[in-house]
């Protein structure tokens, strides 16, 4: 019976969403710079542009990491590469875990 119980919450505890290693409301104050081509609540000023709101923080932070080390290229690469050129690991997290938290 307890092997059942374990087996049940380790199911469970992988399909329940992740929590974001960053810092919501640190990631708030940072996104100012974002705001001109994903919008103040994370939806795309223009259809070129991704909405950021209610995406996963793991992945907004890999695309940030990517665009960050040069690993993603095309579209708006470059123009990401200068945007985030400065951004500290902790930024990079704090801002993701705060479009995460938006609603998309």
């Known amino acids: 019976m307890i092997i059942i119980r374990v087996m049940v919450l380790l199911l469970l ?31 795309a000023s223009a259809p070129i542009y991704p909405n950021l709101a209610g995406q996963h923080a793991p992945y907004l932070a890999q695309a940030l990491q990517a665009y960050k080390s040069g690993a993603r290229s095309g579209g708006q690469a470059e123009v990401m590469k200068a945007f985030v050129a400065g951004l500290s690991d902790e930024d990079i997290d704090d801002l993701a875990a705060y479009y995460a938290g938006l609603k998309p």
């Open 13 to 43: 505890s992988g399909s329940l969403p992740a929590l974001a290693a960053g810092n919501s409301s640190a990631g708030q104050e940072k996104s100012a710079r974002c705001m001109a081509c994903h919008g103040a609540e994370g939806k």
